[in-house]
T-cell receptor
């Protein structure tokens, strides 16, 4: 069983569309994250939820909205997609303690055309 | 602000040679430090981490790293490179300023090429 699973793996869409990426973890972790990896492979945190509560909300356009229905799921909805949103989006999870070892999903490659 | 610098965006070694990937961080307090590996079209996998205690930490696949507070470094090494080690490597630090949010700050990444 995949520990952190993201769907879809690839997403190609036109500018202006709205799309969602789903993430689920079966590790019993209580904290989940969204990271964006740009074309230069730089990773930057976007959001984090702990037990369904938003705890990190970086400077991200408000077109991006995370939702956590329970602590095993963290979805990312993006409105009015722009060319600059093209990237790989990674979901990750960890335990809520100081020993932060993330488990990453395999990523969603978003291409906006 | 907390930052991580990986010296060398691209490192090339011969199979069987020593691997050395450099990572320096800036922090006013001792951070937690991590190395992750990313194989093509995959997510990141934790190689090893330093939290407290012994400054030389061993990870998976024969990698190890040493935390040197005086040098604010956490370099990754492996005595003998295998072809399968070719991947992207990321150093990351926890952000003490974020309290207990679990936020990690990543370096720019180093591409390791292993030549036959």
């Amino acid at each position: 069983d995949t520990a952190v699973s993201q769907t879809p793996k690839y997403l190609v869409t036109q500018m202006g569309n709205d799309k969602s990426i789903k993430c689920e973890q079966n590790l019993g972790h209580d904290t989940m994250y969204w990271y964006k990896q740009d074309s230069k492979k730089f990773l930057k945190i976007m959001f984090s939820y702990n037990n369904k509560e938003l705890i990190i909300n970086e400077t991200v356009p408000n077109r991006f909205s995370p939702k956590s229905p329970d602590k095993a799921h963290l979805n990312l909805h993006i409105n009015s997609l722009e060319l600059g949103d093209s990237a790989v989006y990674f979901c990750a999870s960890s335990h809520w303690d100081r020993d932060y070892g993330y488990t990453f999903g395999s990523g969603t490659r978003l291409t906006v055309v | 602000a907390q930052s991580v610098t990986q010296l060398g965006s691209h490192v090339s070694v011969s199979e069987g040679a020593l691997v050395l990937l450099r990572c320096n961080y800036s922090s006013s307090v001792p951070p937690y430090l991590f190395w992750y590996v990313q194989y093509p079209n995959q997510g990141l996998q934790l190689l090893l981490k330093y939290t407290t205690g012994a400054t030389l930490v061993k990870g998976i696949n024969g990698f190890e790293a040493e935390f040197k507070k005086s040098e604010t470094s956490f370099h990754l090494t492996k005595p003998s490179a295998h072809m399968s080690d070719a991947a992207e490597y990321f150093c990351a630090v926890s952000d003490p300023g974020s309290g207990n949010t679990g936020k990690l700050i990543f370096g720019q990444g180093t591409t390791l090429q292993v030549k036959p």
